[in-house]
């Protein structure tokens, strides 16, 4: 009954910060069916970008529970431009201090969010449609504890 007090709570709070964001972010989370992240199961997040002289910070969102096993989540990012090119990152993002094995991220009793930086200050070269796929490249499959995957996308001030 706690566990769903509290992720009621998470979802509210989060439902509240999206209604806040202004009109230069982007933010959208998926919830991960069951809390378990299937390999197969990857998730697209769908941008219209019409200014390409602006900067651009990209962050990906990953909410867990302390049922997740690793201290670290390996992500593969994809990028499908306008015209049909793609681009694919690895990253490796650190869930946990290894050395003490203790949570990153902003926890609330057993679930933590983890905001991790992707890009910083880029540029997007042509205006269009943007989908942005991610997925995971653990060895392990499913991945137990993994409740939201988001993708926020700020346009920086001109200064």
């Given at each position: 009954?706690?566990?769903?007090?509290?992720?009621?709570?998470?979802?509210?709070?989060?439902?509240?910060?999206?209604?806040?964001?202004?009109?230069?972010?982007?933010?959208?989370?998926?919830?991960?069916?069951?809390?378990?992240?299937?390999?197969?199961?990857?998730?697209?997040?769908?941008?219209?970008?019409?200014?390409?002289?602006?900067?651009?910070?990209?962050?990906?969102?990953?909410?867990?529970?302390?049922?997740?096993?690793?201290?670290?989540?390996?992500?593969?990012?994809?990028?499908?431009?306008?015209?049909?090119?793609?681009?694919?990152?690895?990253?490796?993002?650190?869930?946990?201090?290894?050395?003490?094995?203790?949570?990153?991220?902003?926890?609330?009793?057993?679930?933590?969010?983890?905001?991790?930086?992707?890009?910083?200050?880029?540029?997007?070269?042509?205006?269009?449609?943007?989908?942005?796929?991610?997925?995971?490249?653990m060895r392990s499959?499913?991945l137990p504890g993994?409740?939201?995957?988001?993708?926020?996308?700020?346009?920086?001030?001109?200064?």
């Amino acid at each position: 009954m706690k566990k769903n007090r509290t992720h009621f709570l998470l979802t509210g709070l989060l439902l509240l910060a999206l209604a806040c964001t202004p009109g230069n972010t982007y933010h959208k989370v998926a919830d991960i069916p069951s809390f378990s992240w299937s390999r197969d199961h990857a998730i697209d997040f769908d941008l219209r970008l019409n200014d390409t002289t602006a900067a651009y910070d990209l962050f990906v969102i990953i909410r867990h529970n302390s049922d997740y096993p690793f201290s670290n989540l390996w992500l593969e990012l994809q990028t499908f431009f306008p015209g049909g090119d793609t681009a694919t990152l690895r990253k490796q993002i650190m869930l946990a201090d290894n050395d003490e094995l203790q949570w990153k991220g902003d926890c609330m009793g057993d679930i933590c969010v983890v905001k991790v930086p992707l890009l910083s200050s880029g540029h997007f070269s042509r205006k269009g449609d943007y989908r942005f796929r991610i997925a995971h490249v653990m060895r392990s499959n499913p991945l137990p504890g993994i409740l939201n995957v988001g993708m926020e996308i700020k346009k920086r001030d001109a200064r």
